[in-house]
Nanobody, 123 residues
Framework: QVQLVESGGGLVQPGGSLRLSCSAS????????KGWFRQAPGKEREFVAA???????DYVNSVKDRFTISRDNTKDMMYLRMNSLKPEDTADYYC?????????????????WGQGTQVTVDS
């Protein structure tokens, strides 16, 4: 089993920045794919970004050039740096981990999920 815990959410003004962190513990493997998803009130969970063990990344178009996903394999940590935040970025953000070694946006390819951290972008 793998346990994932997110942190770093909060309230930020439009144009501001936040950095989310996700710590993993348990039976983890460096080859596991890691990703971030988000769910806004009344909407379905959507893919945000993913990163492979070697550092290849994928982003949904709406966050490209504003968000940066990274991971530290030595610490079993993953991060999401979010810049130029917009009100439409408001959501609960979830980190996820899967046993696949390739990038994927499909939530069903991820086996483990955190409890989520809330991000609110509001003036």
């Amino acid at each position: 089993q793998v346990q994932l815990v997110e942190s770093g959410g909060g309230l930020v003004q439009p144009g501001g920045s936040l950095r989310l962190s996700c710590s993993a513990s348990g039976r983890t493997f460096r080859s596991d794919i890691k990703g971030w998803f988000r769910q806004a009130p009344g909407k379905e969970r959507e893919f945000v970004a993913a990163i492979s063990w070697s550092g290849n990344t994928d982003y949904v178009n709406s966050v490209k050039d504003r968000f940066t996903i990274s991971r530290d394999n030595t610490k079993d940590m993953m991060y999401l740096r979010m810049n130029s935040l917009k009100p439409e970025d408001t959501a609960d953000y979830y980190c996820a981990q899967g046993t696949k070694s390739f990038l994927t946006r499909n939530p069903h390819e991820y086996n483990y999920w955190g409890q989520g951290t809330q991000v609110t972008v509001d003036s």
